[in-house]
């Protein structure tokens, strides 16, 4: 037994797919399901959060879940968030406080500060900097990332 | 980092498979083989009168080249260009030397040179203080260049507003109090400052043959190849270049683009230049609609394509705001004209005395009266006489290109020029330092986009952190890179990084769209030397080697005798 | 990586199938650890056992005399997420803060935690074909005889004692430290049952643990502790999500006027290859007026033996010595 056909519940949505035992929940989002929205920025190995994506609305590192690991889970991934050309209120803050540069990092961020602000929308910064200690950054210095979190922050969930 | 061997690997890649071709390093490959920073050490002697007058200036510097040379050269040069153009320096000596190693090999890196020489020169400032018994920033504001001043490669300074970034930096950290402040006990706190300068643009000067054909000796050429389209043998046998193929050197900092107003007064403009999350897309589109006096989401960027017939040197050198910005101005004057030839018919009114705001035209003295933008677009297309709306914008900088021998020439059309303060609170038991804060102060010419302008600052701060305090490719025997991964290779997470505050000092510099400078790579060029100058300032013990950890601290005050 | 990958649903399967596939398997929790030394070839097993279905191994619980009984597949979020914890085992709570991120948290259990393998630079690189570079040549935690890294001066490795099977890498697991300190039990089962080991017992350096080949850890008890009770947490590490360099943990039974020390415990991790408890402190501060205690003295008994290879090395002993002096003053008051 190697191979097998399972449901991956991504977004709400029911896929199948046929993955072999080593099969990486990020890499079958990427090359198999066109989920590109999630990065790689590492080899693999759980360093750079480019590919956090939610696990039953945890954040996980996708590159350390074997994807037969994921079956019977709920998978959000960034695509999940805007509806149509609708942003999520995280998105638009990002924008609204110049978050983004490259966007390499942003889907990761973006999933990571949805996962915090669902938990405890009140986070304070040091709150917010702890919760995206795994997500690394190159371009902004993640200050206006944090501020693009707090901003969010501000009635979330009304 | 900017590998272009790379580009020739795949272009062959795609014309033996016929398949569009990715090329993807992985991280370990990225920090083992890709380029790094040219690691340096740099020897430094001032000569300096009792009033803080510098006099001369003596500079030896070693780069570590790694194995290969690329753009190693280059860096050394630009690291004599740029540091001679922060201070008054009447006689200047710099020599370089590449250094070939077993090592990853240097390549071009966020401040190319800047950053490692303003390590030295603004650490040395502050040791030539100490030693003369005045206050840093008052030693900087003595010497800094100003407009007019002629620089030691024979270059004039333009808009400079360096002495007012010296200025800011220092009052916002609260230089006056906090340089005096305590300093006993076992956390100290101490403030330090760094400036310099940073080119708009590189007029390189490369040898335009070296990069079509990869030589620069013709006869080594044929002996590769003797059928090279390139070469021609000549009557007396000697073998040379075809005809108009001289020997030459590049000498062109261009930009262009293709700017089009569509006929409902919306704007596409193709850009040369990539955007890389710099936010060049925003900048350009809005000096465009800024010009042309639309909204800035009438205007369309268009990225770089190949095909498009947009050429741009590309986007480093801090060039895009200033090259491709004025190529943007360029171009949309061009438009503008055209639109108001159209307009001052339909008005009635010389062209003189239009104005284009709000997607209108309309008379200067009487705003009143005017036509929409789009309905003069929309004439253009419609009518006989209209005329397609059409326009290349293009901008070459006024930089020459510096002589290889004596260093005259400049390389950029203007300079922008920044101040960063940090304060530091040391443990002088643990050696630990804790940033508490960086202020950084820009001459910007003109803040076009600020949250982009203030992100540029934010991220350089971050990278001059990291270079400070914790990144290191750690080399062991045989040039063996065991930190290959971001684990280990650190970065700065969010947690690491302290308080950043950008500010920005407009000079208005003619040389710039609207006057604006280039903001890309200056924010990460002084932060290691404040931060060694605010240690200094707390613990007084000069750190000359990065990274700067708590072991170097430690050692540093033992040798002072200063260990509590 | 290429493996054969089944599930056991509950812990008796689980045992069994370890128990048939023996050294070939390996179990499959968070896989945080796991999965990233897999695509480092340092481990290449055959099978992996899955044991995230076992949800009954994922609880805190307060047990007799409440004692804290954590479930081995708890994720470590879910733990320093407790409010329980932080009131009833608070250095506990600091610790998991200080382990890692959140990503990794909220997938790496107590369990994986305990059971890690080495963070040193050169066991992750000293096997075949390392990504795309040549290997170092195998060290000794992967079956060849050289260290690498005692050849050079690191942060990582152990400046006093003696190796572990020739290894001086130290214990990865942060909650080694402060398991340690508070006496924690860890529970296990394999086919010959169930038995819990100390955990002094259960940590035997060099990324190796107690377990027997067919065993998995159930459960982590740690016993209450008295209301009187001070403790404290240090972790000193490159980055605030990195492996500890240095941690400490210290517990103190006080009088309740703070001027007599009636117990201490306290436990370093870094220093050597498995966390080390500071015996000569714990003796000459137990049952004494606080005031008369002088840590300096105690410690030259506790850290003797230094191998100081460079400057890394020296600082790590000065930092240690800082660390244990200042986590002391804070929890003695």
């Not at chain 2, 100058?533 to 990065?546: P, T, V, Y």
């Given at each position: 037994?190697?191979?097998?056909?399972?449901?991956?519940?991504?977004?709400?949505?029911?896929?199948?797919?046929?993955?072999?035992?080593?099969?990486?929940?990020?890499?079958?989002?990427?090359?198999?399901?066109?989920?590109?929205?999630?990065?790689?920025?590492?080899?693999?190995?759980?360093?750079?959060?480019?590919?956090?994506?939610?696990?039953?609305?945890?954040?996980?590192?996708?590159?350390?879940?074997?994807?037969?690991?994921?079956?019977?889970?709920?998978?959000?991934?960034?695509?999940?968030?805007?509806?149509?050309?609708?942003?999520?209120?995280?998105?638009?803050?990002?924008?609204?406080?110049?978050?983004?540069?490259?966007?390499?990092?942003?889907?990761?961020?973006?999933?990571?500060?949805?996962?915090?602000?669902?938990?405890?929308?009140?986070?304070?910064?040091?709150?917010?900097?702890?919760?995206?200690?795994?997500?690394?950054?190159?371009?902004?210095?993640?200050?206006?990332?944090?501020?693009?979190?707090?901003?969010?922050?501000?009635?979330?969930?009304? | 980092?900017?590998?272009?061997?790379?580009?020739?690997?795949?272009?062959?890649?795609?014309?033996?498979?016929?398949?569009?071709?990715?090329?993807?390093?992985?991280?370990?490959?990225?920090?083992?083989?890709?380029?790094?920073?040219?690691?340096?050490?740099?020897?430094?002697?001032?000569?300096?009168?009792?009033?803080?007058?510098?006099?001369?200036?003596?500079?030896?510097?070693?780069?570590?080249?790694?194995?290969y040379t690329h753009h190693g050269d280059l860096v050394a040069g630009a690291i004599g260009v740029v540091f001679s153009g922060v201070y008054k320096t009447p006689h200047l000596k710099y020599d370089a030397n590449l250094v070939y190693t077993n090592t990853p090999y240097g390549g071009p890196c966020r401040g190319f040179g800047n950053v490692q020489i303003t390590f030295a020169v603004e650490s040395h400032m502050d040791d030539i203080a100490k030693g003369i018994d005045m206050d840093p920033v008052e030693l900087r504001l003595r010497n800094a260049v100003s407009e007019g001043d002629e620089?030691?490669?024979?270059?004039?300074?333009?808009?400079?507003?360096?002495?007012?970034?010296?200025?800011?930096?220092?009052?916002?950290?609260?230089?006056?109090?906090?340089?005096?402040?305590?300093?006993?006990?076992?956390?100290?706190?101490?403030?330090?400052?760094?400036?310099?300068?940073?080119?708009?643009?590189?007029?390189?000067?490369?040898?335009?043959?070296?990069?079509?054909?990869?030589?620069?000796?013709?006869?080594?050429?044929?002996?590769?190849?003797?059928?090279?389209?390139?070469?021609?043998?000549?009557?007396?046998?000697?073998?040379?270049?075809?005809?108009?193929?001289?020997?030459?050197?590049?000498?062109?900092?261009?930009?262009?683009?293709?700017?089009?107003?569509?006929?409902?007064?919306?704007?596409?403009?193709?850009?040369?230049?990539?955007?890389?999350?710099?936010?060049?897309?925003?900048?350009?589109?809005?000096?465009?609609?800024?010009?042309?006096?639309?909204?800035?989401?009438?205007?369309?960027?268009?990225?770089?394509?190949?095909?498009?017939?947009?050429?741009?040197?590309?986007?480093?050198?801090?060039?895009?705001?200033?090259?491709?910005?004025?190529?943007?101005?360029?171009?949309?004057?061009?438009?503008?004209?055209?639109?108001?030839?159209?307009?001052?018919?339909?008005?009635?009114?010389?062209?003189?005395?239009?104005?284009?705001?709000?997607?209108?035209?309309?008379?200067?003295?009487?705003?009143?009266?005017?036509?929409?933008?789009?309905?003069?677009?929309?004439?253009?297309?419609?009518?006989?006489?209209?005329?397609?709306?059409?326009?290349?914008?293009?901008?070459?900088?006024?930089?020459?290109?510096?002589?290889?021998?004596?260093?005259?020439?400049?390389?950029?059309?203007?300079?922008?020029?920044?101040?960063?303060?940090?304060?530091?609170?040391?443990?002088?038991?643990?050696?630990?330092?804790?940033?508490?804060?960086?202020?950084?102060?820009?001459d910007v010419g003109r803040l076009i986009n600020p949250l982009g302008a203030e992100g540029q600052v934010e991220g350089a701060v971050h990278q001059g952190i990291g270079y400070t305090f914790f990144e290191e490719l750690e080399w062991q025997d045989q040039g063996r890179t065991r930190n290959a991964n971001l684990l280990n290779y650190r970065i700065a997470t969010a947690e690491e990084m302290c308080p950043v505050t950008p500010m920005f000092i407009e000079t208005d510099d003619p040389k710039g769209p609207f006057g604006a400078k280039g903001l890309g790579e200056p924010a990460s060029v002084?932060?290691?030397?404040?931060?060694?100058?605010?240690?200094?300032?707390?613990?007084?013990?000069?750190?000359?080697?990065?990274?700067?950890?708590?072991?170097?601290?430690?050692?540093?005050?033992?040798?002072?005798?200063?260990?509590? | 990586?290429?493996?054969?990958?089944?599930?056991?649903?509950?812990?008796?399967?689980?045992?069994?199938?370890?128990?048939?596939?023996?050294?070939?398997?390996?179990?499959?929790?968070?896989?945080?650890?796991?999965?990233?030394?897999?695509?480092?070839?340092?481990?290449?097993?055959?099978?992996?056992?899955?044991?995230?279905?076992?949800?009954?191994?994922?609880?805190?619980?307060?047990?007799?005399?409440?004692?804290?009984?954590?479930?081995?597949?708890?994720?470590?979020?879910?733990?320093?997420?407790?409010?329980?914890?932080?009131?009833?085992?608070?250095?506990?709570?600091?610790?998991?803060?200080?382990?890692?991120?959140?990503?990794?948290?909220?997938?790496?259990?107590?369990?994986?935690?305990?059971?890690?393998?080495?963070?040193?630079?050169?066991?992750?690189?000293?096997?075949?074909?390392?990504?795309?570079?040549?290997?170092?040549?195998?060290?000794?935690?992967?079956?060849?005889?050289?260290?690498?890294?005692?050849?050079?001066?690191?942060?990582?490795?152990?400046?006093?004692?003696?190796?572990?099977?020739?290894?001086?890498?130290?214990?990865?697991?942060?909650?080694?430290?402060?398991?340690?300190?508070?006496?924690?039990?860890?529970?296990?089962?394999?086919?010959?049952?169930?038995?819990?080991?100390?955990?002094?017992?259960?940590?035997?350096?060099?990324?190796?643990?107690?377990?027997?080949?067919?065993?998995?850890?159930?459960?982590?008890?740690?016993?209450?502790?008295?209301?009187?009770?001070?403790?404290?947490?240090?972790?000193?590490?490159?980055?605030?999500?990195?492996?500890?360099?240095?941690?400490?943990?210290?517990?103190?039974?006080?009088?309740?006027?703070?001027?007599?020390?009636?117990?201490?415990?306290?436990?370093?991790?870094?220093?050597?290859?498995?966390?080390?408890?500071?015996?000569?402190?714990?003796?000459?501060?137990?049952?004494?007026?606080?005031?008369?205690?002088?840590?300096?003295?105690?410690?030259?008994?506790?850290?003797?033996?230094?191998?100081?290879?460079?400057?890394?090395?020296?600082?790590?002993?000065?930092?240690?010595?800082?660390?244990?002096?200042?986590?002391?003053?804070?929890?003695?008051?």
């Open positions: 037994m190697s191979h097998r056909r399972i449901n991956l519940r991504i977004n709400g949505m029911d896929h199948e797919v046929e993955v072999d035992p080593e099969d990486i929940l990020l890499d079958v989002l990427r090359e198999r399901l066109n989920y590109t929205g999630t990065k790689k920025g590492c080899d693999g190995t759980g360093e750079c959060g480019a590919c956090t994506v939610l696990l039953d609305g945890k954040a996980v590192y996708s590159c350390l879940i074997l994807a037969m690991d994921a079956v019977g889970k709920e998978i959000t991934t960034i695509e999940d968030l805007a509806r149509g050309t609708d942003l999520h209120r995280i998105q638009k803050a990002f924008l609204e406080c110049g978050a983004v540069q490259c966007g390499f990092c942003t889907p990761g961020m973006i999933l990571t500060a949805k996962a915090l602000l669902d938990e405890n929308p009140k986070a304070s910064e040091k709150e917010i900097k702890e919760a995206i200690r795994g997500n690394l950054c190159r371009c902004t210095g993640y200050v206006k990332i944090v501020e693009a979190i707090q901003h969010a922050g501000e009635n979330y969930g009304k | 980092m900017q590998m272009r061997i790379i580009y020739i690997c795949v272009a062959l890649a795609v014309k033996c498979s016929g398949r569009p071709v990715k090329v993807v390093h992985n991280r370990e490959e990225d920090l083992v083989c890709d380029t790094i920073r040219h690691p340096a050490r740099i020897h430094l002697k001032t000569g300096v009168k009792k009033d803080g007058t510098i006099t001369a200036r003596q500079c030896l510097l070693y780069l570590n080249n790694g194995a620089t030691a490669r024979g270059t004039r300074v333009g808009r400079c507003g360096l002495k007012e970034c010296v200025r800011r930096a220092s009052q916002e950290i609260g230089w006056e109090l906090k340089r005096k402040s305590d300093k006993a006990g076992r956390k100290v706190k101490g403030v330090g400052i760094a400036c310099g300068n940073h080119w708009c643009g590189w007029r390189t000067g490369f040898d335009a043959n070296v990069w079509r054909t990869g030589y620069q000796d013709p006869t080594k050429l044929y002996q590769e190849d003797p059928a090279s389209p390139f070469i021609r043998v000549r009557e007396d046998g000697k073998v040379g270049w075809r005809d108009y193929f001289e020997q030459e050197l590049y000498d062109s900092d261009a930009s262009s683009c293709i700017l089009t107003v569509n006929e409902d007064g919306t704007v596409i403009i193709q850009v040369g230049d990539p955007e890389i999350g710099q936010g060049l897309k925003t900048t350009v589109a809005m000096i465009g609609a800024e010009e042309l006096g639309v909204a800035i989401e009438d205007v369309k960027i268009v990225g770089v394509d190949t095909d498009s017939g947009a050429f741009g040197i590309g986007s480093y050198s801090s060039r895009v705001t200033l090259v491709l910005g004025n190529a943007v101005m360029d171009a949309a004057r061009k438009a503008k004209a055209s639109l108001f030839d159209i307009a001052s018919r339909m008005l009635g009114v010389d062209k003189n005395e239009l104005v284009a705001r709000n997607r209108r035209i309309s008379i200067k003295h009487d705003p009143d009266q005017y036509v929409l933008l789009g309905d003069v677009a929309f004439r253009a297309y419609s009518r006989r006489e209209g005329g397609e709306l059409v326009f290349h914008g293009y901008h070459d900088p006024d930089s020459t290109i510096p002589d290889k021998r004596t260093g005259q020439g400049t390389i950029s059309s203007t300079w922008s020029y920044f101040a960063q303060a940090a304060e530091v609170e040391v443990d002088k038991v643990t050696g630990e330092v804790k940033l508490l804060g960086i202020r950084s102060a820009h002084a932060v290691a030397p404040a931060i060694a100058n605010a240690i200094e300032n707390a613990i007084g013990c000069r750190i000359r080697k990065l990274p700067i950890t708590p072991d170097k601290i430690l050692n540093a005050l033992k040798s002072r005798g200063k260990e509590d | 990586m290429s493996f054969e990958y089944i599930q056991a649903k509950d812990i008796p399967e689980a045992v069994m199938m370890l128990g048939k596939y023996g050294d070939e398997s390996r179990i499959l929790a968070g896989g945080t650890e796991l999965i990233p030394n897999m695509r480092h070839h340092a481990i290449s097993p055959k099978i992996l056992i899955s044991i995230k279905p076992i949800t009954s191994l994922c609880y805190i619980r307060y047990g007799e005399n409440n004692a804290l009984n954590i479930g081995a597949l708890t994720p470590l979020r879910m733990i320093e997420r407790s409010s329980e914890i932080v009131r009833s085992h608070s250095l506990v709570s600091e610790c998991v803060r200080s382990i890692a991120t959140f990503q990794i948290k909220n997938a790496g259990t107590a369990g994986g935690n305990l059971c890690q393998t080495v963070k040193c630079y050169y066991y992750n690189q000293s096997h075949i074909n390392f990504f795309m570079r040549q290997s170092l040549e195998p060290c000794r935690q992967r079956g060849g005889s050289v260290c690498h890294a005692s050849r050079v001066d690191t942060f990582n490795h152990a400046i006093l004692g003696k190796p572990a099977n020739g290894c001086i890498a130290t214990t990865a697991s942060d909650l080694a430290t402060p398991l340690l300190a508070l006496n924690a039990c860890v529970k296990v089962i394999g086919s010959k049952g169930e038995r819990l080991i100390s955990p002094e017992d259960f940590f035997l350096g060099g990324g190796r643990t107690a377990l027997r080949e067919d065993e998995i850890v159930t459960e982590v008890q740690i016993p209450s502790l008295a209301d009187t009770t001070r403790s404290t947490y240090g972790k000193y590490s490159q980055g605030t999500r990195n492996f500890p360099i240095l941690n400490i943990a210290v517990i103190a039974r006080l009088t309740p006027d703070r001027k007599f020390c009636e117990d201490i415990h306290a436990i370093l991790g870094g220093v050597s290859v498995i966390p080390l408890r500071l015996r000569s402190v714990e003796t000459q501060f137990r049952n004494q007026e606080i005031s008369s205690l002088d840590i300096e003295d105690a410690l030259r008994d506790d850290l003797p033996g230094v191998r100081i290879r460079g400057s890394l090395s020296e600082y790590k002993l000065k930092r240690a010595k800082t660390m244990v002096s200042d986590v002391i003053h804070s929890v003695l008051g």
